[in-house]
């Protein structure tokens, strides 16, 4: 077990003990090995807790359960409490329903820089595909290829060049993306005493873009980003979202906007709360 890591992988959690095993078994076959995890459980019930303290006993890997009382989505809340437990100076941070592929952890940390965080993406999975991915498929690394995939039911599409993108093309096609190299809560990277600076997640919001706006105060903070959407490979596993509302959307979004233009990099709302 390691007793200095390099990496804080912090895994997100809600109820869900399928989608979390097939995660955790995803960092069972990572090439770099200088790792811990965090498990970051949002109030998940007495049957999951007991499959993490089960998975916990019979892996080799140094696992921190990280838990609070289920009072409705708080996952801002929750990933600052497992932010204050990680010991590592860089912190990957991903999700319980995010498969990540071998060289996931080996990317972040030849790719980490000073004064950067790293901003990467999912490639998304049907349901039915989601269901079907065994142990084996992940330790073979199978369930990455992407004509395993198609022969288990993806639909074609120009998105799968993510899957099949070599070294040097994922090198060129991150230079070439449109997309905002933001911070992304299923695969983004950061300096735990950035993180720290501008004080974590803001805890008033919900679901909706917190992750982003965490972003936003890192680029007020004088933090850029570096795009590895296709260098860093992870999917992602179907499911519903029973806690998805406009109201949490619309409240999230004002809070956003205000980080914006008020240039904040630090939130009042975040690991140390301000006193009244």
């Known amino acids: 077990m390691i007793k200095d890591p390099s990496i804080s ?4 959690t809600y109820n869900s003990i399928p989608w979390l095993e097939k995660t955790l078994w995803s960092y069972e076959h990572q090439i770099f090995r200088q790792f811990e995890i965090i498990i970051a459980d949002d109030g998940s019930n007495e049957e999951t807790k007991e499959f993490i303290k089960n998975y916990i006993e019979k892996s080799a890997k140094k696992i921190i359960h990280v838990w609070h009382e289920d009072k409705g989505f708080q996952k801002s809340m929750i990933l600052n409490k497992a932010l204050t437990a990680c010991n590592a100076e860089y912190v990957v941070m991903s999700d319980g329903d995010c498969i990540a592929r071998e060289d996931f952890l080996q990317i972040h940390y030849e790719r980490r820089e000073p004064g950067h965080f790293l901003s990467g993406g999912y490639y998304k999975l ?9 142990e084996e498929d992940i330790a073979t690394q199978r369930s990455f290829d992407a004509e ?11 998105k799968n060049q993510k899957l099949t993108s070599g070294f040097v093309t994922a090198k060129i096609m991150e230079n070439l993306t449109p997309t905002n190299a933001s911070w992304n809560g299923h695969n983004s990277s950061g300096w735990l005493k950035d993180l720290k600076a501008i ?3 803001d805890e008033r919001m919900q679901y909706g873009g917190q992750d982003r ?3 936003e105060r890192l680029f007020n903070y004088g933090i850029k980003s570096k795009q590895i ?25 004002a809070i956003r906007k205000s980080t914006k233009d008020k240039n904040k990099d630090f939130t009042p709302y975040g690991i140390v709360k301000e006193e009244k």
């Open 126 to 134: 049907p349901l039915e595909l989601s269901e079907k991915i065994t």
């Open 229 to 253: 959407r296709y260098s860093a490979i992870c999917l992602h596993l179907d499911h519903a979202r029973g806690y998805k509302n406009q109201e949490s959307i619309d409240k999230n979004k």
């Open 199 to 201: 004080n974590g997640f």
């Open 9 to 12: 992988v912090v895994i997100s």
């Open 148 to 158: 395993w995939l198609k022969k288990n039911g993806l639909p074609a599409s120009y």
């Open 213 to 215: 706006e965490l972003g």
